[in-house]
């Protein structure tokens, strides 16, 4: 057995190697590439997916692969057999043809959505949107998954999730988080802050530095990362310790400091992978919910957590001349803003924003939404979730580029990641009593440790939600995250 | 026949993407790369370039080279599956186990280059530089060209070129270039400047400026390439409209200036080159010696030409501060030097290292020179044809990285393009009457277009001597280069 576990190795490394390369090129494309290679890129693109498409699913590999499944490997080897095998199957089961096709109507469906977007035109973008719908249908009922048929699609990003489950999960959560932001809206402080909106402008030379110390005290050092400039702020892991995280200092406000603390949290997760399973699919993360609950962890639970603000206020009140009292920073920080993007929203309103879109997903999926009537059910929610009307479909139901990159299927998982970041936080809190001392004096190295051992260095050997109760004791719990909603935003508010 | 032109081109495109892939891995490696991400680099450099190994040998493309080179295609067509087939014919002669070993001796060979170099111990270089020579000398047999066995290596650089031409033509050169540096050295001027050294800092902010300006009036733009830092210069083609080109400021003097406007000669011929056969062998200089003759254009032809300083001269001496007259600044960039660094070289010595060069390689390679011999021979060279003695191997024998690289062969075409370029300078001022009128307005469109026109815009669809042919009526001919040294220096010197 050992001459065929060595030779799907290399399989395994091959595949992970052009995985890479192919985010290499996509960290260049954002950062530094020059406007005119962009033709040459997409090409160059499309070479490596197809490469990429071909080994994966190559019969060479799948056959291997089954009858390494069939024979008596145990541990490791069957773990990677295992995970590897699900991966090829679920490829498998979608004809070249139909993911040819898929990537056509991709490019042409994201230039369409730009121009759309810039136009507030639904109207542009709505018949590629249909044909991704259609096209998203039918590889729905070839992967072929029991019960709804969003189920198949869910599946690729965080395996085992049902939409039953996430369904009867949603419509808790999103009553109570209705809820919430209606007391606060009724808070004297929320009504005081209206008329006296805090427009922060930060000198983004000044702000730089905060984002390299901060990012460095998460863990990523000059030898393994670095953080450049790109329109949409991103991490990308681009080999064994060398992972390429960005933000952008053209938003204003807290913004780019925001995302730097987001995209290290994915970047440190990467880095802390187990080394001894390079280069094989155990050397992942589990789900896009297991790396998103790391990225929230240190974006949302500590980057807005009073600790976290008891560190950084008095060198940002320095730094910037900002004459604000703690009380008000740290609210700033935490505003309630209800805001119609889904990227600059407050916690409260980011999962209300998944939860809108998850249901409207399902929808187009099951046939029970029609494309065309996406604008007007989108504005619809808007007003019932979070009371607030969209100026425009741009800043409506065309702000987020996942659709037009067919990431159907996605959505839901950032609001898991967010869910499970409560929960990791609640435990770290429970294990570790003194933590948030460190915290206050801008050591979080305790914080990443503890990271790391209950979560980063499972990598994908079990899934999420195994990671979670080895960690936490149970799965997914979304009354954890409104109890700390609830608490956070009342004494925050005062309510 | 035209099926099979497609499937051509399509096995072509493979190859020249991925030949792309490892340009923007290289250039990333000395750009970007925290340090950290080294070991994982040299994986995915492996799994590329060997990618591209068995791309170009493979049978599929060979049988259908066979097949179209023994039927009736004709034009470009003919042409394309000529040059590849040449290409792919000399690659599948040498056997994938001696490339592997190869590439594992390089990676242990430069380790050792520099270690060696760092602590000025040939002997810590010497085991693998032997078996370095010896790989080569298989290849040499392998490969097979008639003559000296140096010709098969010099044929992978230069087509066409052979080790008995360059003995005689390097043989009348180095005697010419010997003579004026003797010359030189007797003058007044020379002896004056030896207690009167230049010390010339320029503050790096300020010279960026001036870098990015000369690149810019060269014709390179924001939009189709950049400009960046690393250890040593250097010129990539990521691909089309996307040319990346580096300096490094920690050199003192004028040389980050002069660096960028030899690149910046690399970057305009691969900006140039004809987009009707992007993805083909085609859109490619013909041999390392064409490419050099457009570096070399722009380094020294323009960018240590009178006219030029004209331009620039006013400048420099403005934003710097220099306080020089103009006679001072332009024998300065013009200094006879006789440096031991080939690098560091005034275009007289240049050559005279790259002779050196030549007969120490051909020696290694037909057996009259054994590798332990090698620092002794540098050295007496070097007072031979330098008048000068390196302090130590570090800046004699150990100073170039090619040999680690098992680059043998490679360095001839530095001196031919050297020659080439003095050739095409003439023939432009013949062309173009007032041309330097304009150079020295800071208006390099005409010799930049002139040099489109003439030589980057035949490709790889020409040898270099037939572009050389074409455009100034003759091949390789020294002698021009050595009145134009002749006459510059003469008048630098007032010899």
Redesign the interface.
Known sequence: MKKEIILLKKYQ??IV?LN??EN??DW?TET??????A???S??NA??SELIYKNLTSNNLFNLLQHLKNSKIKGIDKLLVERLYRKVERKRKIPEKLVRELSKTKILATMHWREAKKENNFKKFEPYLKKIVEIKKQESSLIGLKGHPYNSLLDEFEEGMTTEKLKSLFSKLKNKLIILHRKIEESKLYKNDLNNVYNIKLDSEKLKKFCKDVSNRIGLK?????T?ISPHPFSQI?????VRITTNYNHGGLSPFTSVLHESGHGIYDLNLPKKYL?TVLYDAPSYGAHESQSKFWEDMVGKSRPFWIYYFPKFNKEFKLNMNFKDLYRYANQATKNPIRIDSDEIAYCLHIILRFELETGLIDGSIKVKDLPNIWNKKMREYLNIKPKNDSEGVLQDIHWSHASIGYFPSYAIGVIYSSQLYRKMLMDKKNIELNVEKGDFKGVTNWLKKNFHEYGNTLTAEEIMKKACKEGLNPDIFIKYLNKKYSEIYEL
């Not at 530094?32 to 290679?37: A, Q, V």
């Not at 000059?222 to 670095?226: I, K, M, V």
């Open positions: 490394k091959d190697l890479y390369l290499l090129l260049d530094y590439m020059p406007k005119d290679g033709r040459s890129r090409e160059q070479f490596i000059e030898e393994n990362s670095r450049d681009i080999g064994l310790n060398d280069y």
